[in-house]
Nanobody, 115 residues
Framework: QVQLVESGGDLVQPGGSLRLSCAAS????????MGWYRQAPGKERELVAT???????NYVDSVKDRFTISRDRAKNTMYLQMTSLKPEDTAVYYC?????????WGQGTQVTVSS
């Protein structure tokens, strides 16, 4: 059974930084393209950053040059380093496969950007 556990969310001021973690169990995520998604109140879940099974990454324009996705293969964990945070980044952040059928969603981690 695949389990994804997101952590690292917090309340931060605009311009601040956070690092989110996605710990996986039940499967090695290293062979899959993975992604970070977010869902803001009243909006649909969107995919904001992806990483291939190699080292290739991609970002939506709204987070490009501010967010960095990465993996620790030994820990079977994925990260999202977020800098220059804006109020519009406020959302619950989730991790999952970037393509194909997703696994069961974790509980997500809340990121709130507010002064």
């Amino acid at each position: 059974q695949v389990q994804l556990v997101e952590s690292g969310g917090d309340l931060v001021q605009p311009g601040g930084s956070l690092r989110l973690s996605c710990a996986a169990s039940g499967i090695s995520i290293n062979i899959y393209p993975m992604g970070w998604y977010r869902q803001a109140p009243g909006k649909e879940r969107e995919l904001v950053a992806t990483i291939t099974s190699g080292v290739g990454t991609n970002y939506v324009d709204s987070v490009k040059d501010r967010f960095t996705i990465s993996r620790d293969r030994a820990k079977n964990t994925m990260y999202l380093q977020m800098t220059s945070l804006k109020p519009e980044d406020t959302a619950v952040y989730y991790c999952n496969k970037a393509r194909g059928n997703t696994w069961a969603w974790g509980q997500g981690t809340q990121v709130t950007v507010s002064s």
